[in-house]
């Protein structure tokens, strides 16, 4: 089974070319500041997306697993402020991250296992404001509110990972990557069964499938994916404090998942491009003090126009349809 058909592999190599050119067309702010932004936070953004496009799953705690990501670079990092007792390497560290933001992800995953809907929503914010709170009142490990400072991230080929170039095209290759991956995953025989555990558990589970192991997976490849983003992101603000995984933190990563669209893992990266416009140019749109108001009017007028966002409307304008779910088909033909 293909991954993708052949337009949707001309779409990606072309977008992808255009990515790959961007600072040579715009502006370094806008290279950083808009695009560099849009692609680490879209990263976390992406794994809200997977567990809802196909696992069926709204989970908030996407940003906590990304902040548990960050604050394990921050608090071994060799250029943190406060540094730690001990630290390591950043070619040690990342990987170290990831695998912690992994573990992290089955873990919410066990305790949400259970749950659907509301429930699901109340008890992932739960674990999100508690770890926030956690890391807010943590003086020895996460410095408290301040957090720690100065993540400068590893260089790469004698250049500093602040440069603009190797900051941009490490994150731009990062997210391509874990976006084919994810594309990937849901044609594999695990995609395809946590597909049909989204549409139908019960009949999943009469042929023979564990429906509790397949959705713990899946939120471990989705701590996987938001370890990354996390990763990156800490790199990005040189640094990482509670603020900064919060409440408006884990918002702000949901909005841009709905505006995008939760039908696909490109919505991710759209609504987080979307966001990180208006956030920058709030001031001359309307009023920086009222940031809120405007995006949630933008968030507000998205959902009532297009409930499955810009990526829904793009589709509806276009004519572009997916067709029925594959995993659904397999489970009808199984039964």
Do not use: C
């Not at 190599?13 to 050119?21: I, S």
């Not at 709204?58 to 697993?65: D, E, F, G, K, R």
């Not at 416009?277 to 949630?296: K, V």
């Amino acid at each position: 089974m293909p991954m993708l058909s052949r337009l949707q592999w001309a779409i990606s190599l072309a977008v992808l070319a255009l990515l790959l050119a961007l600072p040579f067309l715009l502006p370094s702010f806008w290279t950083g500041n808009i695009m560099g932004r849009a692609i680490v936070y879209g990263i976390v953004a992406m794994s809200l997306t997977f567990l809802a496009s196909y696992g069926g799953f709204i989970s908030l705690a996407q940003t906590m697993i990304a902040g548990i990501a960050g604050y394990t670079v921050a608090v071994l990092a060799p250029t943190a402020i406060p540094l730690g007792n001990h630290w390591l390497p950043y070619w040690a560290l990342i990987p170290l991250a990831v695998a912690a933001a992994t573990f992290a992800g089955a873990v919410v995953g066990l305790i949400a296992v259970r749950t659907r809907e509301i429930y699901l929503l109340m008890i992932t914010l739960a674990l999100a404001v508690g770890f926030s709170l956690f890391a807010q009142s943590n003086i020895d490990w996460f410095n408290g509110y301040e957090g720690i400072r100065n993540i400068l991230g590893p260089d790469i080929f004698g250049y500093p990972f602040r440069n603009l170039y190797v900051f941009y095209y490490s994150s731009l290759l990062v997210a391509t990557a874990l976006y084919f991956l994810v594309l990937y995953v849901v044609k594999t025989p695990f995609g395809l069964v946590l597909q049909g555990i989204r549409d139908n558990p019960r009949r999943v589970s009469a042929i023979g499938f564990n429906v509790g192991v397949h959705r713990v997976a899946s939120f471990a490849l989705a701590g996987f994916i938001a370890g990354w983003g996390g990763v990156l992101i800490t790199f990005y603000n040189i640094g990482i404090t509670p603020g900064s995984i919060g409440i408006w933190a884990t918002v702000n990563v949901l909005v841009m998942a709905v505006i995008g669209g939760l039908g696909h893992p490109i919505g991710a990266f759209i609504g987080a491009l979307v966001y990180t416009l208006f956030d920058t140019f709030a001031a001359t749109i309307y009023d920086r003090d009222r940031f809120n108001t405007l995006i949630g009017l933008v968030f507000l007028v998205i959902v009532l126009v297009s409930p499955d966002g810009l990526l829904g409307l793009f589709r509806r304008l276009t004519g572009w349809r997916t067709g029925r779910s594959v995993a659904t088909e397999t489970m009808e033909e199984k039964t």
